[in-house]
């Protein structure tokens, strides 16, 4: 039914250089928003549409991030295919929570490390805690991301889309080595999900 209305989106993301995921996830917002409004096409949307969806999502409780996503892909929908005019403080996103995430202690981290005993989790967890990696860059990494000469790991194509470095501790490279070569060495992805991992070493 809205297929025109997501090769649209597509092409305004693909334009302004947005990620496909982000593309579909608009997409999908979209569609969502428009099943709740009961229309079908963009000739009949107006604005009093977008404001009264996002009250009501408001007002359901939402997180912020939820509520924002639904922000920034109706604002999308609106501004580069309806060419409307959006206002902000008519239609503001809610502020996040900016208390400090919980970062697990020292001893934390070595009583889930101990208690991992599968060799790949392991060398993930502790690849994750000793370079403050998200999950989508741990799963993304390659063998040659690893340098073993400067100590650091090389994050590619990050959250907001810049390189970065970051530190490799000794004990972390001796466990990856430990996990690299019981995985048969692979030259790619470093952590394939092919391969199980179930070894019962300890750290």
């Known amino acids: 039914m809205y297929e025109e209305i997501f090769e649209s989106i ?3 993301a693909a ?3 947005l990620k496909e995921s982000t593309a579909g996830a608009y997409c999908r917002t979209v569609k969502y928003f428009m099943d709740t409004i009961g229309k079908v096409s963009l000739a009949e949307l107006t604005m009093e549409d977008a404001e009264s969806f996002l009250m009501e999502k408001q007002l359901s409780g939402v997180r912020p991030e ?3 996503h639904y922000h920034s ?4 929908l609106y501004r580069r295919l309806l060419k409307a005019l959006w206002d902000d403080d008519a239609i503001p996103r809610m502020k996040n929570d900016r208390s400090l995430p919980t970062v697990l202690t020292k001893a934390e981290a070595e009583a889930i490390l101990a208690a991992t005993k599968n060799l790949k989790h392991r060398a993930m967890l502790a690849t994750m805690y000793s ?3 998200r999950v989508s860059e741990l799963v993304h990494l390659h063998y040659d991301d690893i340098s ?3 100590h650091s790991i090389h994050i590619r194509n990050s959250k907001s889309r810049v390189d970065r470095y970051t530190i490799l501790a000794d004990r972390t490279l001796g466990l990856l080595t430990e996990y690299w070569f019981a995985c048969g ?3 790619d992805i470093l952590f394939p999900s092919s ?3 179930n070894h019962s070493h300890t750290a």
């Open 185 to 187: 060495k692979p030259r």
């Open 131 to 133: 370079g403050g990696l």
């Open 10 to 12: 597509r092409v305004a």
């Open 66 to 68: 939820t509520y924002n």
């Open 195 to 197: 391969y199980s991992g």
């Open 73 to 76: 892909a109706i604002k999308f």
């Open 15 to 17: 334009k302004r250089n």
């Open 148 to 150: 073993r000469t400067h």
